[in-house]
């Protein structure tokens, strides 16, 4: 009689090359490996990337890194249960507005749900030791391990001889002599196995995957805060922040201007839902206005939109708005030159 049992592992793919290592290194030991992906609305991937012109592929990382492994997918979508994550944490922030500790907890949480709803066996993740300065090092790592409920059906694959031995490591349902040692926030060692892997295609890394860790999105963030007097938000909300150049010429309007042909076209699909403005005989953004707009705001307005239009430099320039509950109006307006756009109406 054969007893053989393959055991079964849910791991964090977040698109990066540390979460691809992790999985290789698991599913080089005959476990089944299937990967899981949490949509808080905050990721970079799959949003600005393909939006904007850019040299970086025009993909999904998590589900590029599945495909390249051979492996299932489950994308979850979080974005409501998340918000208390982000408005309420309870460890607090990193450098900007991002919950890095509250996150790894919450997400490994629901990893461990997804295990026993799913009979899988246990979890793995991408974490190195030190690499984070709030959610990676040695002393948290265990109050993530106990908080998250996971206990020791965590493994982390990069850094487990250097953490206590967990269950997978103890049952031997993997070899813990086949796992890495590896801390700090150098790459020289996951590049290294990288190439022992034959991998050689992977997501760059560049200060994480989240735009919570971003200081000028961040700014965007607390200043939506800031406006509406509260601190809540909507996804539609969170992924407009993401777009455009932001710029508050009065404390009652803010302006999101499209930067080039991709930001437009997305900027389009909220047209009726905001005033907007566009340049009608020149090349020019989409820009689309937040708040409630006087006479002599929308001329200001206007000027700041013909300003960055392809007749910036021209006498006049016609630009036409659009009101959710109107028909279309035309302005004529004198561009602003660029010593009249100021510093500080930026966000």
């Known amino acids: 009689m054969n007893n053989y049992k393959q055991y079964k592992a849910i791991s964090l793919i977040s698109g990066g090359l540390d979460s691809m290592l992790a999985t290789k290194l698991i599913l080089d030991q005959g476990i089944h490996v299937e990967g899981i992906n949490f949509f808080t609305g905050f990721c970079v991937e799959g949003h600005t990337h393909a939006i904007r012109k850019h040299d970086k592929p025009k993909r999904n990382n998590a589900l590029w890194v599945a495909e390249q492994l051979n492996i299932k997918l489950h994308i979850i979508d979080i974005v409501e249960e ?25 997400m490994i949480k629901k990893a461990k749900e997804w295990i026993k709803e799913n009979n899988f066996d246990f979890i793995i993740t991408g974490e190195v030791i030190g690499q984070r300065p709030k959610s990676q090092r040695k002393e948290t790592m265990p109050l993530v391990a106990t908080a998250s409920q996971a206990h020791d059906l965590l493994l982390r694959p990069l850094c487990a001889k250097l953490l206590p031995p967990t269950l997978p490591e103890r049952q031997a349902w993997v070899d813990r002599e086949k796992l890495g040692n590896i801390s700090g926030r150098g790459r020289k060692p996951q590049i290294n196995m990288a190439e022992q892997f034959g991998i050689k295609e992977y997501a760059q890394p560049a200060g994480g995957c989240c735009f919570l860790t971003d200081e000028k999105y961040t700014a965007k963030l607390q200043d939506l805060w800031d406006t509406q007097g509260k601190r809540h938000y909507e996804l539609d909300d969170i992924l407009l922040l993401k777009v455009g150049r932001h710029l508050r010429p009065k404390p009652n309007f ?20 905001f005033t907007y403005l566009r340049v009608l005989e020149y090349v020019g953004p989409l820009v689309l206005i937040e708040g409630e707009l006087s006479a002599e705001d929308l001329y200001l307005a ?17 630009v036409q708005v659009g009101r959710k509950e109107s028909d279309p109006l035309e302005l004529e307006v004198k561009p602003f030159s660029a010593d009249d756009i100021k510093q500080e109406w930026y966000i």
């Open 82 to 106: 998340y918000k208390n994550i982000v408005l309420n944490p309870q460890y607090g922030y990193g450098a900007h507005l991002n919950p890095c500790l509250d996150c790894k907890i919450f």
């Open 254 to 273: 803010k302006m999101i201007i499209g930067r080039e042909e991709g930001e437009n076209n997305y900027l389009e699909g909220y047209k009726k839902q």
């Open 302 to 318: 206007a000027r700041i939109t013909a300003r960055f239009s392809g007749g910036k430099t021209a006498s006049c320039v016609k």
